[in-house]
């Protein structure tokens, strides 16, 4: 079985922050670029962070550099994203998906393996 589970989702004030977490069974996390996107009600889906597989590749959109950080534990086949200083705008599901190629690219097509999504809803 070849899984992506994300969890951390919740409902915060502005300003709060959360940590979201992707955890990768029936694969090795080794050998795989993991890619956070994220998606709102009629919106484009957009790439939001992603780490390759050695940790020595990182990608941050524009519009989260300085408030998230993207981590990997490969003991526990598990990326996470934490966010900070979340805005209202930050609001969507939040999914989590590996590049099979490690290349680690912001663009959603690039990405295989896909998470069920978890949701971020950020109060004014």
């Known amino acids: 079985e070849v899984q992506l589970v994300e969890s951390g989702g919740g409902l915060v004030q502005a300003g709060g922050s959360l940590r979201l977490s992707c955890a990768a069974s029936?694969?090795?996390?080794?050998?795989?670029?993991i890619g956070w996107f994220r998606q709102a009600p009629g919106k484009e889906r957009e790439g939001v962070s992603c780490?390759?597989?050695?940790?020595?590749?990182?990608y941050y959109a524009d519009s989260v550099k300085g408030r998230f950080t993207i981590s990997g534990d490969n003991a526990k086949n598990t990326v996470y994203l934490q966010m900070n200083s979340l805005r209202p705008e930050d609001t969507a599901a939040y999914y989590c998906?590996?590049?099979?190629?490690?290349?680690?690219?912001?663009?959603?097509?690039?990405?295989?393996?896909w998470g069920q999504g978890t949701l971020v809803t950020v109060s004014s």
């Open positions: 029936g694969f090795s996390f080794d050998d795989y670029a």
């Open positions: 998906a590996a590049d099979l190629l490690n290349v680690c690219t912001g663009d959603y097509s690039d990405y295989s393996v």
């Open positions: 780490i390759s597989s050695s940790g020595g590749s990182t």
